[in-house]
C-alpha cells in the first residue's frame, strides 16, 4: 500500500478543511483518514499512481490549505517519503526510482508529534547528517528532486 500524508499550514485545522468541502470530503470518502503528525490527514492508497492522482484531484486544496504533501511508496524506500512533485516523476517514468534518493528534505518530529522547520541534505554516502535545526525526538526524510532542493 502506497501511503499519503498531507501537512496542513500552521493557520489552519486541515482535516476539517478538508471534510467540511464536499468536492475533497466526497474524494476522500473511500479512504480511512488518519492523523500521522499535528495537523496533517494520512491515508492509504493501492498504487503510487493512484496516490498521485488523488493529490492532483485535490489540488485545489492542496495549494490553499497545505504546506506539503508526501507519498511513501514501498517499491522505492520503505521509510523514506517522496515529494509530491518526485511521486509524479517516478510514476511518469521521468526518474527512476533508484536514481531519487540522492535530494533529501529532513523534517524534525517534536516531542508533540509535530513536524518542524525542514533541513535539506544531500546523501553522499551511507549516512546522513544530523537534524540539527532544533532539538527534535525524531525525524522524518522526503527525497525531493534536485529543482525542488535547489529552490
Do not use: H, Q
Not at 497545505?66 to 511518469?92: K, N
Amino acid at each position: 500500500m502506497t501511503r499519503v500524508c498531507l501537512v496542513g499550514t500552521e493557520d489552519v485545522n486541515l482535516r476539517y478543511e478538508l471534510v467540511s468541502r464536499e468536492t475533497a470530503r466526497d474524494a476522500l470518502a473511500t479512504y480511512d483518514l488518519t492523523e500521522p503528525y499535528t495537523n496533517t490527514v494520512g491515508l492509504e492508497t493501492i498504487s503510487l499512481g493512484a496516490a498521485v492522482s488523488l493529490l492532483n484531484d485535490l489540488n485545489w486544496y492542496l495549494v490553499r490549505f497545505t504546506d506539503t504533501a508526501l507519498v511513501l511508496e514501498p517499491s522505492v524506500s520503505e521509510t523514506e517519503w517522496l515529494s509530491r512533485t518526485l511521486a509524479a516523476a517516478i510514476r511518469d517514468d521521468e526518474i527512476e526510482p533508484e536514481d531519487s534518493g540522492r535530494f533529501l528534505k529532513v523534517y524534525g518530529v517534536t516531542g508533540e508529534n509535530e513536524l518542524v522547520e525542514p533541513m535539506f541534505v544531500t546523501r553522499t554516502g551511507e549516512t546522513l547528517p544530523d537534524y540539527d535545526l532544533r532539538e527534535v525526538e525524531d525525524t522524518v526524510r522526503v527525497r525531493v528532486t534536485e529543482a525542488e532542493f535547489g529552490a
